[in-house]
């Protein structure tokens, strides 16, 4: 019978080990070198026009882009209008979709909206990526005519 305890005697002093190794690799405080915020470099500009039955945006980037920009939602579809990805040597991407593509939300009856991701990473979304939620709010121009 002590034959068959030993085992399991091993297996929990393994376990325990193993956690203990694991507890104090993850017990390192980086908020210090870590910085999970609304990044403002990387990009020069975004610029939204509104159309009248679409969106056009226009998005310059500081330096050689190697990630992915899409709307929200457009990531896996990764229609033209919706997704382009980043090439080498381009610092320049537009996007032009009328308000029923890509996943642009009508508000009311004057408003869409849509978020734009800039991705840094092909695959992965990372601290320092950006995401802009952009606005065509027509109620003023209804008023003025």
Known sequence: MIH???????????????????????????????N??????GYHR????????????A??????????IYTRGSF???SEKCFQ???????????DFEFDECNVKKKDKNTYTV???????KELIMPGDSAFK???DFRSREKNT
């Open 4 to 34: 068959l305890w030993i085992p399991k005697f091993f297996i929990i002093v393994q376990a325990l080990i193993s956690y203990a190794y694991c507890d104090g690799i993850w017990r390192e405080d980086l908020s210090n070198r870590i």
């Open 36 to 41: 999970i915020g609304a990044p403002t470099d």
């Open 46 to 57: 975004v610029q939204l026009n509104c159309n009248d039955n679409s969106i056009s945006v």
């Open 59 to 68: 998005v310059v980037t500081e330096n050689d882009f190697d990630g992915v």
């Open 76 to 78: 896996y579809g990764r």
């Open 85 to 95: 990805e980043g090439r080498f040597g381009q610092t320049d991407y537009y996007f």
């Open 115 to 121: 978020t734009l991701v800039i991705q840094n990473d």
């Open 134 to 136: 952009l606005v065509c």
